[in-house]
């Protein structure tokens, strides 16, 4: 069972504070991090030591408090990066260094300006420094996504040699589409002869909005570890969607793997992402949108209240969210309209709700959703001998 749990790496305090107004302070990222830790996440990237003071010192913080998740740093294959990273991690109890370069020949010729050979030294340099601090050492190839697939498989299998125990596959443009992705992992799974060592993870960008489609299709083909940020913040067009990655898998128990996070957590742990790093989530934005359990077609709202699965393949409650919702607009029906009456106490048959029907259409026409004090209104006008509380 163990070989199909996916392990969530949330980088929600690294990646996703990249976001241009969404910079937290120290206290604000521990705050963070102990509300990931008590969500489940496995991993948490704490910062990136080197870039800052203030990343240090939070990065060194978050290792003092967090007894469970392992706390990771981010570096480039520098050694001075190195060892400042391990030197913020010393008081962790489960301390990783992430470090990595570029894969991509437009990486390595127009980034670097080397060659691929010198590629391939610098990263197995980097991973045998790193392991001088700690056992666990994470290796990123930058910009994967779009590496040369034999050239990638062997610098996968050179850091492995080195003592790699993760290596991170990113989509750092999000350029792939699933199925590319999926094959990448696959042909590293089936190609890289000492990849049993070692975890492959899946680290996708969203640009072209298929981050959370090929971390999927990533551990589908047998990657074990998922990068993602909590309401899918990050560079550009954001990362993998943290909400989005765990309750795919949790819906779909035919894939046989699972997570280690309590789901009715996600809503809350959503709310106070948005709220601390000053960044709104979009009322559609699957699983944690205030709009996602919310229902405004007259056909969708007839069908769920007949049986809320013929609309709703989550329940609100499994994610933390408030219930359902029946949004009464000029595109609902009469059972809304007389579902929402019965909840106001208001009980009618159905002539009498056909002509609050025809009233109430007029009242959508001009209001762009009809609220509670607007239908106590309608039955006023159209009903006086009815009490209104």
């Known amino acids: 069972m163990a070989q199909n749990k996916i392990h969530i790496f949330d980088t929600t305090l690294r990646d996703g504070e990249q976001v ?89 010729k127009t980034k670097f300006n080397t060659t691929r050979e010198d590629i391939l030294v610098r990263a197995a340099e980097a991973v045998r420094f790193a392991r001088n601090f700690v056992d666990d050492v994470e290796f990123y190839g930058e910009d994967a996504g779009r590496a040369d697939l034999a050239f990638l498989a062997k610098v996968v299998e050179t850091v492995i040699d080195a003592g790699a125990t993760v290596v991170n596959i990113p989509d750092t443009t999000g350029y792939c589409l699933p199925h590319q992705y999926g094959e990448k992992i696959a042909y590293l799974i089936n190609n890289v002869p000492n990849v049993d060592k070692a975890i492959l993870s899946c680290h996708c960008h969203n640009d072209l909005g298929l981050a959370t489609a090929n971390a999927i299709s990533g551990v589908i083909n047998g990657a074990r570890q998922i990068e993602c940020t909590i309401n899918g913040l990050g560079e550009r067009a954001g990362n993998t969607s ?3 990655v765990v309750m795919v898998i949790k819906q779909h128990e035919s894939l046989g793997l699972y997570t280690d996070i309590k ?22 934005k699957a699983i944690v949108g205030s709009n996602a359990f919310a229902h405004s077609s007259g056909i969708h709202q007839d069908g769920f209240l007949k049986n809320a699965e013929n609309y709703e393949i989550i329940r609100p409650e499994q994610v933390g ?3 359902s919702k029946i949004v ?9 309209l007389a579902h929402r ?44 001998e009815v009490a209104i509380a």
């Open 242 to 244: 943290l909400e989005e």
């Open 263 to 284: 789901t009715e957590l996600l809503n809350p742990m959503s709310r106070l992402v948005s709220d601390t790093m000053r960044m709104p989530v979009q009322p559609n």
């Open 321 to 323: 969210a408030d219930s």
């Open 20 to 108: 241009p107004g969404c910079k937290l302070n120290t206290k604000e990222k521990i705050e963070l991090a102990l509300a990931l830790e008590n969500l489940g996440v496995d991993i948490i990237e704490a910062g990136f030591p080197i870039s800052s003071p203030g990343d240090f010192e939070s990065v060194q913080q978050i290792s003092a408090v967090i007894k469970d998740a392992t706390v990771c740093g981010l570096t480039r294959a520098v050694k001075k990066d190195i060892e400042v990273a391990a030197e913020a991690l010393k008081g962790a109890k489960r301390p990783r260094i992430h470090t990595g370069i570029g894969v991509s020949d437009m990486h390595i």
């Open 328 to 336: 009464l607009t000029a595109r609902s029906g009469r059972s809304a």
């Open 341 to 384: 009456l019965q909840k106001l106490g208001f009980n009618f048959n159905r002539n009498e709700i056909d002509v609050l029907y025809e009233a109430f259409l007029k009242v959508a026409d001009e209001k762009k959703e009809v609220g509670d004090e607007d239908l106590k209104t309608l039955v006023a006008d159209n009903h006086p």
